[in-house]
């Protein structure tokens, strides 16, 4: 089983998106609470070197943001990446 988690912080409508599409693929995953100003926050920049959320990442792996994850998923590319059968 790969290891998903999720940064992201309350109030942001691309996590929200991003969440209920990874949710979407009956899969689990870590989401990690990173508003600005905390050390989940600094973790998630140092990880994908981007100062948005939401980044996910897959076995760590960075994939980017809410729109990376949706154009992945679009190209049916995304379930093969989460590892979805």
């Known amino acids: 089983m790969k290891k998903i988690e999720i940064y992201t912080q309350p109030g942001c409508p691309y996590c929200v998106h991003a969440v ?3 949710r979407s693929k009956n899969i689990s995953f ?3 609470n990173a508003p600005h ?3 989940e926050r600094t973790t998630s920049i140092e990880r994908s070197g981007s100062r948005t959320v ?3 990442f ?3 792996v960075g994939l980017g943001g ?3 994850i949706v154009a992945l998923n ?3 590319k995304l379930d093969a990446l989460l590892g979805v059968v």
């Open 20 to 22: 209920a599409l990874l």
């Open 66 to 68: 809410c729109d990376d």
């Open 54 to 56: 939401p980044q996910v």
């Open 58 to 60: 897959v076995d760590g």
């Open 30 to 32: 870590e989401e990690i």
């Open 74 to 76: 679009r190209a049916g």
């Open 37 to 39: 100003g905390t050390p």
